[in-house]
């Protein structure tokens, strides 16, 4: 919760830095590219904002964004468009790679719009992804199984809104 | 003498390669509209890592080939070539011998499309040669039947692992996450590898090209990497394996399209060629069977008139 809170102070003031920088110089711009196995969701689009779920807790990225490595866990992608326009989308897997040209690459083993998501769906594969977790045999059978499980968390907790 | 039956068995038999080359014609037509469409969805997954590798400057110059034109680009390709002849001095030649390379090739397990798999081993063949390679420090990946074939007599010390039933249906995700697992677990730790790959430019061009891969020791110590926020070792890893899986992705669909374009030429000049013989063919068998009904002709007559 307190984290979240923090999450939520943090992305608030980058916002307002972004507006100051906006004033100040023109060019900061942030082109992101957003694509998984299925579909390339944006091309060297500028955007506003980007909120990823990453390895090490979510973090939003704005124009002038320190550079920097991570790798996503299952969650929501969130994207700000230039217009205001929030569009969400649910990621599985991948990386985000911040240059310090400012461009973002987000790429995602597989990744779909929230609206996509069915709810029914996503609680079968959870039972299932849990029984599998608790007949899983060995180690390697287990981990796989317990991403299994994540994941199908992470999609009902996205559906469900 | 020509034999009027042989003629006919020949004309006969090329007709139905005709009609084989044709359909496998059209069959790689549509498996190539898929392949250039899927190509689309996965370009970003080697743009993404190549303009890391550019801003980190772990590659010099730019990366990003997509703007640059044919002219440049055979330009740039010429360079590294001059590079690794001329910069070998004893010192860098000692440095190389010990520098643990992995050589990636991206082929399929189905032939009859030009040179697509014979130019990727023939470049591996000439770098492996040209760095004098040992089979311990160089290790050889192949992907599909096709380079293994290849390369597998001459090269045998330097394969590491091979990689089967690429090219039956459209590579999917999936499977280069498959491949970079197995790669990672093969337990070679390399320094430098390569992706070698035919990159589609159109349906009649296509290119080979070389992307480099880098492990998580190199991209720490990467020259621009202090401009990057601090990562933490796993992240680094995950992010290093994840970015091989998104390598690998990226060359299989290259490799899918522009194997698809060669097939498609290369059965359409099969095709081309067996009209041409039927043309010829069907010519001597018209003029043989003239042939031999004028014979019989001048049998029957000569026959008659020495009756008389």
């Known amino acids: 919760m307190a984290l979240a809170f923090r999450n939520g102070l943090r992305t608030v003031a980058r916002r307002l830095q972004v507006r100051n920088y906006a004033d100040a110089a023109k060019g900061d711009e942030m082109a992101l590219t957003f694509a998984a196995g299925n579909k390339v969701f944006y091309d060297k689009v500028v955007v506003k904002q980007v909120d990823v779920p990453s390895m090490s807790g979510a973090f939003g990225i704005l124009p002038k964004h320190v550079p920097t490595l991570a790798v996503l866990r299952p969650g929501v992608v969130s994207v700000t468009e230039n217009d205001g326009k929030l569009n969400k989308i649910f990621v599985s897997s991948g990386t985000v790679t911040v240059n310090d040209d400012s461009s973002v690459q987000v790429l995602a083993e597989e990744a779909h719009p929230l609206e996509n998501l069915d709810r029914a769906a996503a609680q079968e594969s959870l039972n299932k992804a849990q029984s599998e977790y608790s007949s899983a045999s060995n180690d390697k059978a287990k981990a796989e199984a317990a991403i299994a499980v994540e994941v199908a968390e992470e999609i009902l907790k996205a559906a469900s809104g | ?308």
């Open chain 2, 1 to 308: 003498m020509v034999i009027l039956k042989q003629v006919q068995i020949r004309l006969k038999s090329i007709k139905n390669i005709q009609k084989i080359t044709k359909t496998m014609k059209m069959v790689s037509a549509s498996k190539f509209t898929k392949a250039e469409r899927d190509l689309q969805a996965a370009r970003p997954f080697g743009y993404g890592p190549r303009k890391f590798y550019q801003m980190s400057h772990l590659v010099k110059g730019p990366v990003d080939e997509e703007t640059s034109d044919a002219k440049k680009k055979k330009k740039k390709k010429k360079e590294p070539e001059a590079e690794v002849v001329a910069e070998l001095k004893p010192e860098e030649k000692e440095k190389e011998k010990k520098m643990k390379r992995i050589y990636i090739a991206m082929t399929s397990d189905r032939g009859l499309c030009g040179g697509v798999h014979s130019g990727i081993a023939r470049r591996i063949k000439r770098d492996l040669n040209l760095r004098a390679a040992s089979g311990a420090n160089h290790k050889l990946v192949c992907v599909g039947d096709k380079s293994r074939l290849i390369l597998r007599r001459a090269y045998a010390s330097h394969m590491l692992v091979s990689v089967k039933d690429i090219g039956r249906l459209a590579p999917g995700f999936g499977d280069a996450s498959l491949m970079a697992a197995i790669i990672t677990e093969a337990g070679f730790s390399y320094d430098m590898g390569e992706i070698f790959y035919n990159k589609y430019h159109s349906p009649v061009k296509y290119e080979l090209t070389v992307i480099p891969i880098f492990n998580k020791a190199r991209v720490e110590n990467a020259p621009n990497m202090m401009a990057f926020d601090d990562v933490d070792e796993d992240m680094l890893e995950c992010y290093t394996e994840w970015t091989l899986a998104a390598l690998l992705y990226y060359a299989l669909k290259e490799c899918a399209a522009s194997e698809q374009s060669a097939r498609m030429a290369a059965m359409d000049n099969a095709t081309k060629n067996a009209a041409e013989m039927i043309r010829k063919l069907t010519l001597l068998f018209n003029r043989t069977r003239q042939a031999v009904i004028t014979r019989e002709l001048i049998e029957i007559i000569s026959g008659a008139a020495a009756l008389k």
